[in-house]
């Protein structure tokens, strides 16, 4: 298991876009299970106005999408052997079909294949389950590294709201 | 024994999987940007499928030369050791 220390070492990902809090079992560039908790606290529901009816907390498919990247990349970092300065970019998505919206309180639980580990491009696949059922079928996650200097990271957190 | 018709073969269905074509559709010599509207990552995908297939390491720096099919089966040669 790796706790949410260790997947922060792995992922350049920061606050509120680190979107997996645990990987609960990893089989070395083969496969890995890991868990992510939607609950009503993150951004993606702050503004929503108390009219707004229950379909509109449906997370985000962008955000569960990016979670499953999350995990296909604690995948192929981990134990390889990535050069510094070099940062993990989700390139491309085959063959993704969403069949359940996933709400507040639900669990998602990635089940990641690693089809192919390189050293610079991966390509991963898998399902997104909420307890026994599956609520996604990942057909393909390609992902490219990238120079850090090529990618501007804000070194400050500021509130872009008045 | 693997031909080098075989590879080239092998390497038509990969090309003609990424740009959703049919192989008999994917020419020698076509190119890839004016003939099937490819960018950047389409040819990183043909880059990880042709990694995957063969067990090598190509790198991102050959991007720029794979143009065509032909020019996918050149690198891959080099990188693969044929």
Redo the contacts between chains.
Sequence with gaps: MLDHARIRALLPHRHPMVLLDRVESIEPGVRLIATKAVTVTEPCYRDLPDTAPASAYAYPVSLLLESFGQAAAVLWLHGGRRPDGLLPML??LRDCVLEHPVYPGDVLRHEVLL??G??????ASGTTRVGDRRVAVMGSF?A?VRPRTDLPIPTTREDPRP | MTTSRQHLDDLREIVAEVFELEPDEVSDTADFVAEYDADS?RA??I???V??RYQV?I??AELASMTNLLAVHAVLGRYAGW
């Design positions: 390139a491309a089809e192919h390189g050293e610079g491009v991966s390509t390609l490219v | 990552l990183i995908e880059l990880a499928r990694e995957k390491e790198p991102q």
